[in-house]
């Protein structure tokens, strides 16, 4: 095994220079940094975990809590794409990451003490509910915490702009012609209730009324209920003209509702979907939908966790906002073009 004295003598430093080349500090320039960090990669130098666990009292280890009521767990189109957005920036910035589950070795913990057992620097944090006892534990704990969609006083948070996302969908959707836009919106948490209110609030501005019977709950990710609420809005006397759905995995069970009862899209019903999976962009016809910018929600989660593990004091706690982009699809009929409705 290399030691650091070899690389120090190979670099003509001292000892000290290396380690703190190797381990990051700030106080030696930038030229001498290089010399040593390729030095030791051309040395084949491998830094013992253990040692710089001991040595800098951080164990370089990211947790990564994630559950909700469907228990999809890595299987969530949105999120395994954000925890791919985290997973990258954490390994550029030399860290790994550990799933807390609440059970190692047999023994059944909590997500807290599951952390600690871990020995985890920080942990960020995406579920459905975010008030359960579990979690709030684990947020008023002097860990650094790093929440995703939800916003707690004291904590950062990183969210996706699930207002401006909603308003942008609902005014594509009337700038295609539509006046009857149902919307079958997901359980009850922030990201609904700021997605609920845009879609009231853009309709108002626009002088459209939305029916009570236009507005339904169908859970995230649930196919099947959007299948039948999709038959519920379809067989009213007036039916909308577009529905909107919580997410492109519902909407997919829009779909084949839709031409199961022998309609097409988006010829007698148009639809809209949100997040921006891919098995929804490649659909014939092709869904619009409000594609989350996953990657940089996950990237931007990590940033800002490992700089409140490394810079405490100067770490501003905020909530920073991640933009979406529409994805205009083929799902939207034009009602503008020489047909009314």
């Known amino acids: 095994m290399v030691s650091l004295k070899e690389i120090a003598a190979r670099c003509n430093v001292s000892v000290a220079t290396v380690s703190k080349a190797l381990n990051g500090y700030s106080d030696i320039g930038e030229e001498t940094r290089n010399l040593i960090t390729q030095t030791a990669a051309e040395m084949g130098y491998m830094p013992n975990s253990s040692a710089r666990t001991l040595k800098t009292r951080r164990s370089y280890n990211l947790g990564v809590l994630f559950f909700d009521e469907a228990n999809s767990g890595l299987t969530h189109d949105y999120f395994n794409h954000v925890l791919e957005g985290f997973r990258k920036t954490a390994q550029e910035r030399g860290y790994d990451i550990t799933f807390a589950v609440g059970k190692d070795a047999g023994r ?5 003490e599951h952390c600690r057992y871990r020995g985890v620097d920080g942990v960020v944090v995406a579920c459905v509910d975010f008030y359960t006892d579990e979690i709030l534990e684990l947020i008023r704990s002097s860990l650094p915490v790093v929440t995703i969609d939800h916003v707690f006083d004291g904590r950062i948070a990183v969210v996706s702009n699930n207002s401006k996302g909603m308003e942008s969908l609902v005014e594509y959707v009337i700038g295609k012609g539509h006046r009857r836009i149902a919307y079958l919106h997901g359980d009850n948490t922030s990201v609904t209730r700021a997605r609920l209110t845009a879609f009231f609030r853009t309709c108002q501005q626009n002088g459209i009324s939305v029916p009570d019977e236009y507005i339904s709950m169908v859970p995230y990710r649930d196919s099947d209920l959007a299948a039948i609420e999709t038959r519920r809005l379809l067989s009213l006397k007036e039916p909308p003209t577009c529905i909107i759905y919580p997410d492109d995995y519902a909407a997919l069970g829009g779909v084949n509702e839709i031409r199961e009862m022998g309609l097409r899209l988006p010829e007698d019903v148009s639809i809209a979907g949100y997040d921006g999976i891919l098995a929804a962009r490649i659909l014939e ?15 931007v989660a990590a940033e800002k966790l490992i700089d409140l593990i490394e810079n405490p004091r100067t770490t501003v706690i905020d909530k920073f906002t991640v933009d979406g982009i529409l994805f205009n699809g083929a799902s939207v009929r034009d009602l503008t073009e020489g047909q009314s409705e």
């Open 108 to 112: 059944q913990m909590n997500f807290y």
């Open 285 to 299: 016809p092709k869904l619009t939908t409000m594609c989350q910018d996953t990657n940089t929600i996950g990237r």
